[in-house]
């Protein structure tokens, strides 16, 4: 236990960060603390978080990627489109396009950065902008409503209706999110390809000594977020209930930083599925909590704001010293 | 001792390099170089930077393949060029100098790294892991956390993590690049305890040092190269560190003691009871004009610290400095530097000098106040300032314009000193000004120092080598913990009383 404190101080300090604000918000509000409120959260936050593994992936590879939200909005319109083709398609035929259009478009990231030698910020405002123009030039900025019956109809895999009154729902979104949230974790923690990715993020040029494919890590990284962009694409999709071009757009950076605040590190090499996971529910709960105070909607932007920069400012070394039982030095020491 | 048993000769060569030639772009970076190791031994490769000696290293790991007619023979195959994979599988294995290790990883992972390798995806096995680092740890008879991330160890045990992981793939030859260049002595004693105990268990380890003093107390025989060529092999017994630095330079260096009595001579800085809690106490020093304080003591002493206090970037808890007689209180570098104090870094590439950039603005850069005209700065200004400094301080360069990564590093020390004289400063700090610079061009940038010496500079040389402030200052101060625990004049104190105090 104490050396999993010490490994994992983020995640530690931020399920403390959770737990003090939801209780806070359990005294100050009176549906916080429900159940149903606590579900309702997971259903809101399905598609941040599926975004926020994809993205940890390629940030512990040392890379970053601008361009995934737009990404997503357009495999949305390109599943839409294909899906009318194939004749409407259900839910196995529309994650495998819209999960391969994503890869597909992360691969493009992946060339540009390996084979031109273009660093991945730049890279990436690059096809974002690309992938958005493109998108508006042919959309004309109108949105699709008419999808499959299949894609818009709610999917409810268990529900409960709580003494209080409340319900609580288990629905396709929360499914998935697990899923990826799951295979995401295997991936970078139970296979050597994962830490190959952590190797070649915290050290590239002891990577190559080793003879790890660099330009292999670049795909796997950059299609990992794909296939996440793609997969939440169309559940933000099914969600919404519709697809707007822009949408999405702006998303990757909250993304962005909920993954940073969950202790994943610009510059690779570091990052854990449960505190990216954790960093997007910390600013999902705060900005639901701010909702049921009934603070002004045109708040929560600056109030988030302001605590993704006392978050990552007490992180990483500070937490360690605010904590001192977590940072007793290695025996060598 | 095992080790001097296997040196004995007459044993067949684990490692046998014949008629190794490599070109570089019409430079002949090796020449008919031959080498070898006997199995078990230490063997020093010795030379200045530039020698070659990387070039051989990288030619018997397969990074690089030697001309046509080379032949390497290792434990009874022949090879006409190597490749890194051969390499491995036959057990040699390199130790870095940046070491190539993964700092956020975990100290297992680091060790057992070979275990994520592979061309298609498995799952990891964390206890095997483990296990495999466990065993490689335990065969150097060091005990480390596993589990923690390599970052919470200090250097000291990364090296050690390092060789661990040299170790696991069945290492019989392992080359060390400069290990012990960022440890203290007592970590440097305990790696040379660590090579002798491979070295009994069969395993050979090709030594890269500048430190001759502990090449000479490790290594059973020692190769020199010079200028790409083969000098030759020496048995260690019997050599002396004046013998290899000639060897290497194929030049004499009579080192004599350069010290002079300043004591008529007005005091420049004068220092009383400075302390930085935890970094250094009650620290009182003068230095006179013309006069050169040579600072010795091991890492770790303080003696940055107190320089940094000295040039205004570290602020003081208590005590006094006074320049000229005149109380002073830096609230910047800034303040020192436009009071007439000089900081020459001790870490050059990286604070020290903008690489990138021209050596005419790296030059200049902290002096622009002087090549102003009419507000602006004046390219003729700089120009001549700097073709000044240039043959003043004799630094060869090729253009003003060139960028300061192209010379060498005994130039780029010279171009180092040159932009803080260019500050026309009083006092000049010079912060282990050869780390990085070869035995030949040291000689050239004591003769400078000595020379600024005489034309009234007041000098503080602050280097880990002993012999170095030991031969070129006037007075020698030593610190430990923080605090000035001996002082010495070389006239008259021997360079073994000193090196006897530093490093026992």
């Known amino acids: 236990m104490r050396s999993f404190v010490r490994t994992h101080a983020t995640e530690v300090s931020l399920l403390a960060v959770i737990i003090a604000i939801s209780a806070v918000l359990s005294v100050s509000t009176a549906n916080f603390f429900s159940l149903g409120n606590a579900f309702d959260l997971l259903n809101i936050s399905s598609v941040n978080i599926i975004f926020a593994v994809g993205l940890l992936v390629v940030l512990i590879a040392g890379g970053i990627d601008i361009s995934f939200a737009v990404a997503a909005s357009v495999v949305q319109y390109g599943t839409a489109i294909a899906l009318?083709?194939?004749?409407?398609?259900?839910?196995?035929?529309?994650?495998?396009?819209?999960?391969?259009?994503?890869?597909?478009?992360?691969?493009?990231?992946?060339?540009l950065i390996h084979r031109f030698r273009v660093i991945s910020i730049v890279a990436t405002i690059s096809t974002f902008n690309i992938y958005f123009g493109l998108l508006m030039f042919f959309t004309k900025g109108v949105s699709i409503y008419d999808l499959p019956d299949w894609l818009t109809d709610r999917v409810i895999l268990f529900e409960h209706e709580m003494p209080d009154g409340t319900w609580i729902e288990i629905t396709l979104?929360?499914?998935?999110?697990?899923?990826?949230?799951?295979?995401?974790?295997v991936l970078i923690t139970r296979t050597t390809t994962g830490r190959q990715l952590y190797a070649f993020g915290d050290n590239p040029e002891g990577a190559r000594r080793f003879g790890i494919n660099i330009g292999a890590?670049?795909?796997?990284?950059f299609g990992w977020l794909g296939l996440m962009a793609g997969i939440g694409g169309l559940i933000q999709a099914h969600y919404a209930q519709e697809v707007v071009p822009n949408a999405l757009y702006g998303r990757e950076l909250d993304v962005l930083a909920a993954v940073v605040l969950g202790g994943a590190r610009l510059g690779g090499g570091k990052g854990s599925v449960l505190g990216c996971v954790l960093g997007v529910l910390l600013i999902s709960i705060t900005q639901n909590g701010l909702n049921l105070m009934g603070v002004s909607p045109f708040a929560f932007k600056m109030i988030i704001g302001a605590i993704i920069l006392v978050a990552i400012t007490l992180s990483n070394s500070r937490i360690e010293r605010l904590l001192p039982f977590v940072s007793q030095k290695g025996a060598g020491r | 001792m095992h080790q001097l048993a296997t040196a004995g000769g007459g044993e067949k060569p684990l490692l046998a390099l014949r008629d190794i030639?490599?070109?570089?772009?019409?430079v002949r970076a090796l020449k008919n170089v031959s080498f070898d190791v006997r199995p078990g031994e230490v063997h020093c490769l010795a030379g200045e930077n530039g020698c070659g000696k990387s070039t051989l290293i990288k030619i018997i790991t397969g990074v690089y393949r030697p001309a046509d007619g080379a032949s390497i023979e290792f434990d009874g195959e022949t090879y006409s060029h190597m490749s890194p994979v051969t390499a491995q599988d036959r057990g040699i294995q390199v130790i870095w100098q940046d070491l190539a290790l993964f700092p956020e990883m975990s100290?297992?992972?680091?060790?057992?790294?070979?275990?994520?390798?592979?061309?298609?995806?498995?799952?990891?096995?964390?206890?095997?892991?483990?296990q495999i680092a466990t065993d490689a740890l335990a065969r150097l008879g060091v005990t480390l956390d596993v589990d923690l991330?390599?970052?919470?160890?200090?250097?000291?045990?990364?090296?050690?993590?390092?060789?661990?992981?040299?170790?696991?793939?069945?290492?019989?030859?392992?080359?060390?690049?400069?290990?012990?260049?960022?440890?203290?002595q007592s970590e440097t004693d305990h790696l040379l305890d660590i090579v002798r105990g491979l070295s009994a268990s069969g395993v050979a380890v090709v030594f890269v040092s500048h430190r001759l003093a502990e090449v000479l107390e490790i290594s059973s025989r020692i190769t020199v190269l010079r200028d790409g060529a083969l000098v030759g092999v020496y048995p260690a017994a019997g050599m002396t560190q004046s013998r290899i630095t000639e060897l290497m330079t194929g030049k004499t260096f009579d080192q004599q003691v350069r010290a002079k009595f300043r004591d008529g001579q007005p005091v420049v800085l004068d220092v009383k009871g400075l302390s930085r809690p935890g970094q250094f106490e009650d620290i009182s020093l003068s230095v006179r004009r013309g006069e050169t304080l040579g600072i010795t003591g091991l890492l770790g002493a303080g003696r940055t610290e107190l320089a940094l206090t000295l040039f205004g970037m570290l602020k003081p808890a208590s005590g006094t400095i006074a320049l000229e007689g005149k109380p002073v209180r830096f609230s910047s570098?800034?303040?020192?530097?436009?009071?007439?104090?000089?900081?020459?870094?001790?870490?050059?590439?990286?604070?020290?000098?903008?690489?990138?950039?021209?050596?005419?603005?790296?030059?200049?850069?902290s002096s622009l106040d002087k090549i102003l005209s009419g507000g602006l700065l004046s390219e003729d200004r700089k120009r001549s300032l700097v073709a000044r400094w240039i043959a003043d301080l004799g630094v060869k360069i090729g253009l003003q314009q060139d960028a300061i990564s192209t010379l060498s590093g005994g130039n780029q020390q010279r171009v180092a000193i040159a932009k803080w004289l260019a500050t026309d400063p009083k006092l000049l700090i010079l912060d282990a000004p050869t780390v990085g610079v070869d035995v030949g061009a040291r000689a050239g940038i004591f003769d400078i120092v000595a020379r600024l010496a005489e034309t009234g500079l007041a000098i503080i040389l602050i280097s880990d080598e002993v012999p170095e402030v030991y031969f070129n200052a006037d007075r020698v101060l030593h610190m430990a913990q923080g605090r000035i625990v001996g002082s010495y004049d070389p006239r008259s104190a021997s360079l073994a009383e000193i090196e006897g105090a530093v490093y026992a």
Do not use: H
């Open chain 1, 84 to 111: 009318g083709w194939i004749g409407g398609g259900g839910w196995i035929s529309g994650l495998l396009i819209a999960g391969s259009l994503g890869i597909l478009l992360g691969a493009i990231n992946a060339f």
């Open chain 1, 173 to 185: 979104p929360v499914l998935v999110m697990v899923l990826c949230v799951i295979a995401t974790w």
């Open chain 1, 217 to 221: 890590m670049q795909f796997i990284a």
């Open chain 2, 21 to 26: 030639n490599m070109t570089f772009g019409g």
């Open chain 2, 107 to 130: 100290v297992a992972e680091n060790i057992a790294f070979q275990t994520v390798l592979g061309r298609w995806p498995k799952l990891v096995d964390y206890g095997r892991m483990r």
């Open chain 2, 149 to 184: 991330p390599l970052k919470e160890y200090a250097i000291a045990q990364r090296q050690i993590v390092a060789i661990a992981r040299a170790l696991v793939g069945e290492a019989r030859l392992v080359f060390m690049d400069e290990p012990t260049a960022s440890l203290t």
């Open chain 2, 333 to 365: 570098n800034r303040d020192a530097i436009a009071a007439g104090v000089a900081y020459l870094s001790e870490d050059r590439l990286s604070l020290g000098l903008i690489q990138p950039q021209s050596i005419a603005d790296n030059l200049v850069i």
